[in-house]
């Protein structure tokens, strides 16, 4: 018997709902809906806010849900989104206002008034997480102190992927793996923090753990769609159930890495954001991991995701929007690739995670800024600027994984890249040569498939655990292996000393 799981799948850039058929073990992906995404600038007290348009997402989602219905029975349906936003509601559960984008300004005298009570070295100590400004933590502070009005009214804060299971359930739950990104969970107890929750509440006034709903793990069943206008079924005729999956993206793309074994390789699940590191059974919160700004986020089946989060795609795309708001001709990723590879190899590299990359807008004059700075040779043209930018993020993914290895003490025999990078072949292919591994590119839409996997799992169309899940991935989707490219390790040791100054660089540990 065949079973179809629908994944609700939002990224910081686009969002798509996919339903997924299981049929004889090997699961088929189709798209139901696909739209848009992106922060909106908003005023907020006379100063630019950034914000998510989340009714906007909501209806590409109900566009989706009603395609998947219209196409027949569907079993369960999985959320997953980015981390740390979240939507505020009031009594009556309505959302007072769309969620803060993690890219909004407001958060830096929150981040100071945090860490004037508790340093970052001893939140570590509690939470693992590395440090990011738009951590949850530091937004509850900053909305405390900005949006008085609406904190005070506020009930409830449900990350995004729990906002949407709100609305299609009418159930309030936190699952738990994009709860660790908040900085507020331990990560090895997989529950709230209390030192965490005892310095918001007790010392800096914000209402928790009041605000918070009950945490579940990945695999529990959320509960029944609720919607009367979409004929959403099992094949049984039930109610179809909203299950939680991996609801952090990240979790569910290191679920759908297709690579039983998982102490073996190392993932980059590139994105927007690219996330390099290693799946562990056990959280690392050592004084070098915390220099080092490795964060320990959530797994699914007790796993703990050791990774550190690269500045990713955003750049190339935020160049794309340039470039395309002054010339449309000549902008197929076809037309792209072949300028990018033709440009000279490792001309000029950038620290990709550097802070002033971070805001939307004038992208490729960050980059000749970055570059005057510290002494590269400044992009002259398009190709230049796509190279400089693939190539250094094959250099801090080099760097991220050694990293990763040597402060876990596991090694790694290949990299896996699933997500939209995975389809950049001078990426994978420079990825390669600057770690002296393997790179097995794909799935595309490997975060989806991670999503889908769990779900049909959890409503018994799959049994076993992650490496049983993984085997089924690999036997659905299509990946194609990169070498390293022999004598080129010096020429990356160099283009890493280039971008960090390190006095000593070498291939991560086998």
């Known amino acids: 018997m065949s079973h179809t799981v629908v994944?609700?799948?939002?990224?910081?850039?686009?969002?798509?709902?996919?339903?997924?058929?299981l049929d004889q073990g090997v699961l088929a992906v189709e798209e139901c809906s696909r739209f848009p995404n992106g922060p909106v600038r908003v005023p907020v007290e006379g100063e630019d806010d950034l914000q998510w348009d989340v009714l906007f997402l909501w209806e590409g989602i109900r566009n989706g849900l009603t395609e998947a219905a219209r196409r027949g029975p569907v079993d369960a349906i999985g959320i997953d989104t980015w981390g740390v936003d979240y939507g505020l509601l009031d009594a009556d559960g309505r959302l007072l206002g769309d969620p803060a984008s993690y890219r909004s300004p407001r958060t830096e005298p929150a981040v100071r008034a945090v860490h004037a009570l508790m340093p970052q070295a001893e939140l570590y100590t509690h939470n693992g997480v590395q440090h990011q400004p738009f951590n949850t933590l530091f937004q509850l502070v900053a909305d405390r102190g900005r949006t008085p009005v609406r904190e005070g009214a506020a009930r409830t804060a449900l990350l995004l992927p729990d906002l949407l299971a709100y609305w299609l359930t009418g159930r309030r739950v936190c699952e738990v793996t994009n709860a660790s990104t908040t900085g507020m969970i331990d990560p090895a107890t997989r529950s709230w923090s209390p030192e965490v929750l005892g310095l918001l509440h007790d010392r800096l006034g914000v209402e928790v753990p009041a605000l918070l709903a009950p945490l579940i793990e990945?695999?529990?069943?959320?509960?029944?769609?609720?919607?009367?206008?979409?004929?959403?079924r099992t094949r049984g005729g039930e109610p179809t159930p909203v299950v939680a999956v991996g609801s952090h993206d990240t979790a569910s793309a290191v679920v759908g890495v297709p690579a039983p074994g998982r102490?073996?390789?190392?993932?980059?699940?590139?994105?927007?954001?690219?996330?390099?590191?290693?799946?562990?059974?056990?959280?690392?919160?050592?004084?070098?991991?915390?220099?080092?700004?490795?964060?320990?986020?959530?797994?699914?089946?007790?796993?703990?995701?050791?990774?550190?989060?690269?500045?990713?795609?955003?750049?190339?795309?935020?160049?794309?929007?340039?470039?395309?708001?002054?010339?449309?001709?000549?902008?197929?990723?076809?037309?792209?690739?072949?300028?990018?590879?033709?440009?000279?190899?490792?001309?000029?590299?950038?620290?990709?995670?550097?802070?002033?990359?971070?805001?939307?807008g004038a992208m490729t004059g960050r980059i000749d800024a970055w570059t005057a700075a510290h002494g590269e040779p400044q992009p002259r043209e398009r190709a230049q600027y796509l190279r400089a930018i693939t190539e250094s993020l094959a250099v801090a993914y080099r760097r991220a994984l050694?990293?990763?290895?040597?402060?876990s003490g596991t090694p790694i025999g290949a990299v896996h890249i699933v997500g939209g990078g995975s389809k950049n072949a001078l990426l994978c292919q420079s990825t390669a040569d600057a770690t002296g591994?393997?790179?097995?590119?794909?799935?595309?839409?490997?975060?989806?498939?991670?999503?889908?996997?769990?779900?049909?799992?959890?409503?018994?169309?799959?049994?076993?655990?992650?490496?049983?899940?993984?085997?089924?991935?690999?036997?659905s989707v299509t990946t194609t292996r990169f070498e390293p490219a022999p004598g080129r390790t010096r020429l990356w040791d160099e283009a890493e000393q280039r971008v960090f100054g390190a006095e000593e660089a070498s291939s991560p540990i086998r």
Request: charged share 20%; aromatic share 4%.
């Open 7 to 21: 994944a609700i799948d939002l990224g910081a850039s686009s969002g798509r709902v996919l339903a997924g058929t």
């Open 218 to 232: 990945p695999g529990t069943l959320i509960g029944p769609v609720s919607l009367e206008d979409i004929p959403l």
């Open 263 to 360: 102490a073996s390789v190392g993932f980059v699940s590139s994105g927007t954001w690219s996330l390099v590191g290693i799946e562990l059974d056990h959280p690392v919160r050592t004084e070098e991991s915390m220099a080092a700004n490795f964060t320990n986020e959530l797994g699914v089946d007790g796993t703990v995701r050791y990774l550190k989060n690269i500045m990713g795609m955003w750049i190339q795309q935020e160049c794309l929007r340039q470039w395309r708001d002054a010339d449309m001709r000549g902008m197929s990723w076809k037309v792209l690739d072949a300028e990018t590879e033709a440009s000279q190899p490792l001309r000029t590299l950038v620290d990709v995670s550097d802070p002033s990359f971070a805001a939307p």
């Open 402 to 407: 050694r990293e990763a290895t040597t402060l």
């Open 437 to 475: 591994l393997p790179v097995v590119s794909g799935p595309v839409e490997g975060t989806a498939i991670g999503n889908m996997v769990v779900q049909l799992r959890a409503v018994g169309a799959l049994a076993g655990g992650l490496d049983e899940l993984r085997e089924v991935v690999a036997s």
